[in-house]
């Protein structure tokens, strides 16, 4: 099932929305025409390798630049390949720009922002040794998501049913897709963590649910004030 719209309607322009659509886009179709060598080099040297900050002399060896952690923010801007890219981008066309709408512009980039940063922190925290490189928006995205989940829990989730491409589509309540979605999430990162195989997974689950748990719990601090409606007279 793939997610196509939701049913708030918005009543301004999400401009920072498209605007991280387009960086990420950007950012991929720039790497993506340049030598195999240089997009896993940009990867590993601006994605979050764990195991660079958990063991500085290994990294000193490997060869990775002391960044004072500067990887954990851009990794959110980049991404491994092509379906990667589109998920996310999906997710953020779908959820972000209500939540955009309901903060404000600059409160939405920061909210942004630090869902990514706490994604990537508690991916390091449970995954410490990894040495492959986390990339991609998804933990900034599932920040948006929570905030979704908790603002409009009723709203409509209109999904496509790939069913032999034949045009199937049918509504759901945002609480049940989100829901499914997150307890997907725990399942899968619960699992890697028991059976140790976090360390070699291609999936951040952690950073997916580090950026929902962050969504839910800061989105009320950056959301607008509502203005009183206005006293007439009779």
């Given at each position: 099932m793939i997610p196509v719209r939701n049913t708030i309607p918005l009543t301004t322009r999400p401009y920072i929305t498209w605007a991280l659509i387009f960086i990420n886009t950007a950012i991929f179709s720039t790497l993506f025409i340049l030598p195999v060598e240089v997009n896993n080099y940009v990867?590993?040297?601006?994605?979050?390798?764990?195991?660079?900050?958990?063991?500085?002399?290994?990294?000193?060896?490997?060869?990775?630049?002391?960044?004072?952690?500067?990887?954990?923010?851009?990794?959110?801007?980049?991404?491994?390949?092509?379906?990667?890219?589109?998920?996310?981008?999906?997710?953020?066309?779908?959820?972000?720009?209500?939540?955009?709408?309901?903060?404000?512009?600059?409160?939405?980039?920061?909210?942004?922002?630090?869902?990514?940063?706490?994604a990537a922190f508690l991916q390091y925290y449970f995954n410490s040794s990894a040495t492959l490189p986390m990339v991609g928006a998804s933990g900034a995205i599932a920040g948006v998501l929570g905030a979704f989940f908790l603002l409009y829990p009723y709203a409509r989730i209109k999904l496509w049913l790939p069913l032999f491409f034949l045009p199937i589509f049918f509504e759901v309540p945002a609480v049940g897709f989100l829901g499914l979605w997150v307890m997907y999430q725990i399942h899968e990162a619960t699992i890697g963590l028991v059976t140790q195989e976090a360390t070699y997974s291609t999936v951040a689950w952690w950073t997916h649910l580090g950026g929902f748990i962050a969504g839910l719990v800061i989105h009320p601090f950056f959301l607008k004030q509502e203005e009183p409606p206005l006293l007439t007279e009779e």
């Amino acid at each position: 099932m793939i997610p196509v719209r939701n049913t708030i309607p918005l009543t301004t322009r999400p401009y920072i929305t498209w605007a991280l659509i387009f960086i990420n886009t950007a950012i991929f179709s720039t790497l993506f025409i340049l030598p195999v060598e240089v997009n896993n080099y940009v990867l590993y040297i601006y994605g979050m390798v764990a195991a660079r900050y958990s063991f500085p002399e290994w990294a000193i060896k490997t060869g990775f630049p002391d960044d004072s952690y500067f990887s954990f923010f851009s990794s959110m801007f980049l991404h491994g390949d092509i379906l990667h890219l589109l998920i996310n981008l999906v997710f953020l066309w779908i959820f972000a720009g209500n939540i955009e709408e309901r903060m404000g512009r600059m409160r939405f980039s920061l909210f942004y922002v630090l869902c990514g940063l706490f994604a990537a922190f508690l991916q390091y925290y449970f995954n410490s040794s990894a040495t492959l490189p986390m990339v991609g928006a998804s933990g900034a995205i599932a920040g948006v998501l929570g905030a979704f989940f908790l603002l409009y829990p009723y709203a409509r989730i209109k999904l496509w049913l790939p069913l032999f491409f034949l045009p199937i589509f049918f509504e759901v309540p945002a609480v049940g897709f989100l829901g499914l979605w997150v307890m997907y999430q725990i399942h899968e990162a619960t699992i890697g963590l028991v059976t140790q195989e976090a360390t070699y997974s291609t999936v951040a689950w952690w950073t997916h649910l580090g950026g929902f748990i962050a969504g839910l719990v800061i989105h009320p601090f950056f959301l607008k004030q509502e203005e009183p409606p206005l006293l007439t007279e009779e």
